[in-house]
């Protein structure tokens, strides 16, 4: 059997989650199809239906229920429909082979009829997922494809090591750039001040840190008030498709899932 991976990688691959939410272009996406030979077994691409569950709301509440809701899956996906969906063919297309297709397909029939639940565990405490249900943080369209291509690879379990994990999968592409805004927004906040000078670069930056402070503040209390994961930052379980694809490549060359 043959296992392709599809992926959309978006308009801005680095912020996958800010293309959908902020900035309202192409998030991108990601698929799973099992094969027997040419004969497809079973497509999953998991997403929701937000012209249903989003329709008569105003932006900001989009905003709020597309990050912080969880929704059915749409349901009779195909590879047609995708690529009718993002008007193109999918940018990467990854075959794996030696997996456990059974035990994958086994868990896509329990998807498929909406009774497919995983445990996370996080610092020995346990955390159910219905992985049937679209999450943008935790159960989006990148951790189902993630989250199967574990159970073919035998996990013994479902809480994540570095190999699985997605931030053990961030390119060194996308560190580059988030330190280089980083940077960027530093010398922005000294030049608000004034014109640059080694003084006002000091000040700028210092206050680009404290509002780097609060914001990681906020965002973790809301993270514990959302999800209860008080042990772990939620947003470390956001599968996106540059950390998906880096994952798979890994998972090609690997086909192991190991400590790293």
């Given at each position: 059997?043959?296992?392709?991976?599809?992926?959309?990688?978006?308009?801005?691959?680095?912020?996958?989650?800010?293309?959908?939410?902020?900035?309202?272009?192409?998030?991108?996406?990601?698929?799973?199809?099992?094969?027997?030979?040419?004969?497809?077994?079973?497509?999953?691409?998991?997403?929701?239906?937000?012209?249903?569950?989003?329709?008569?709301?105003?932006?900001?509440?989009?905003?709020?229920?597309?990050?912080?809701?969880?929704?059915?899956?749409?349901?009779?996906?195909?590879?047609?429909?995708?690529?009718?969906?993002?008007?193109?063919?999918?940018?990467?297309?990854?075959?794996?082979?030696g997996l456990d297709e059974r035990r994958m397909i086994e868990a896509a029939n329990k998807y498929f009829n909406n009774e497919l639940v995983s445990k996370i565990i996080?610092?020995?405490?346990?955390?159910?997922?219905?992985?049937?249900?679209?999450?943008?943080?935790?159960?989006?369209?990148?951790?189902?494809?993630?989250?199967?291509?574990?159970?073919?690879?035998?996990?013994?379990?479902?809480?994540?090591?570095?190999?699985?994990?997605?931030?053990?999968?961030?390119?060194?592409?996308?560190?580059?750039?988030?330190?280089?805004?980083?940077?960027?927004?530093?010398?922005?906040?000294?030049?608000?001040?004034?014109?640059?000078?080694?003084?006002?670069?000091?000040?700028?930056?210092?206050?680009?840190?404290?509002?780097?402070?609060?914001?990681?503040?906020?965002?973790?209390?809301?993270?514990?008030?959302?999800?209860?994961?008080?042990?772990?930052?939620?947003?470390?379980?956001?599968?996106?498709?540059?950390?998906?694809?880096?994952?798979?490549?890994?998972?090609k060359e690997n086909k192991a899932c190991r400590e790293e």
């Amino acid at each position: 059997m043959t296992v392709k991976v599809y992926i959309w990688k978006g308009k801005i691959p680095f912020a996958s989650a800010y293309n959908g939410l902020i900035f309202k272009r192409d998030a991108g996406h990601a698929a799973i199809e099992i094969f027997d030979g040419s004969k497809s077994l079973c497509y999953i691409s998991h997403q929701f239906d937000e012209e249903k569950h989003l329709r008569g709301l105003t932006e900001s509440e989009i905003t709020e229920k597309k990050f912080y809701g969880e929704f059915p899956k749409l349901d009779n996906v195909n590879f047609e429909y995708d690529c009718r969906e993002y008007n193109r063919y999918p940018e990467t297309t990854i075959n794996l082979y030696g997996l456990d297709e059974r035990r994958m397909i086994e868990a896509a029939n329990k998807y498929f009829n909406n009774e497919l639940v995983s445990k996370i565990i996080i610092k020995d405490k346990e955390y159910t997922i219905p992985r049937y249900k679209y999450q943008l943080c935790y159960n989006n369209c990148c951790s189902i494809v993630a989250y199967f291509i574990r159970l073919g690879m035998g996990c013994p379990k479902d809480s994540n090591c570095h190999f699985c994990y997605p931030n053990g999968n961030v390119s060194p592409r996308r560190k580059v750039v988030e330190g280089g805004l980083n940077v960027g927004a530093a010398l922005t906040a000294s030049l608000v001040i004034q014109p640059l000078t080694i003084p006002a670069f000091v000040t700028g930056f210092f206050t680009y840190a404290g509002i780097q402070l609060v914001r990681e503040i906020i965002s973790f209390g809301m993270d514990i008030e959302q999800y209860g994961m008080n042990l772990r930052n939620a947003r470390e379980l956001f599968w996106s498709p540059i950390t998906l694809e880096k994952f798979v490549k890994r998972v090609k060359e690997n086909k192991a899932c190991r400590e790293e």
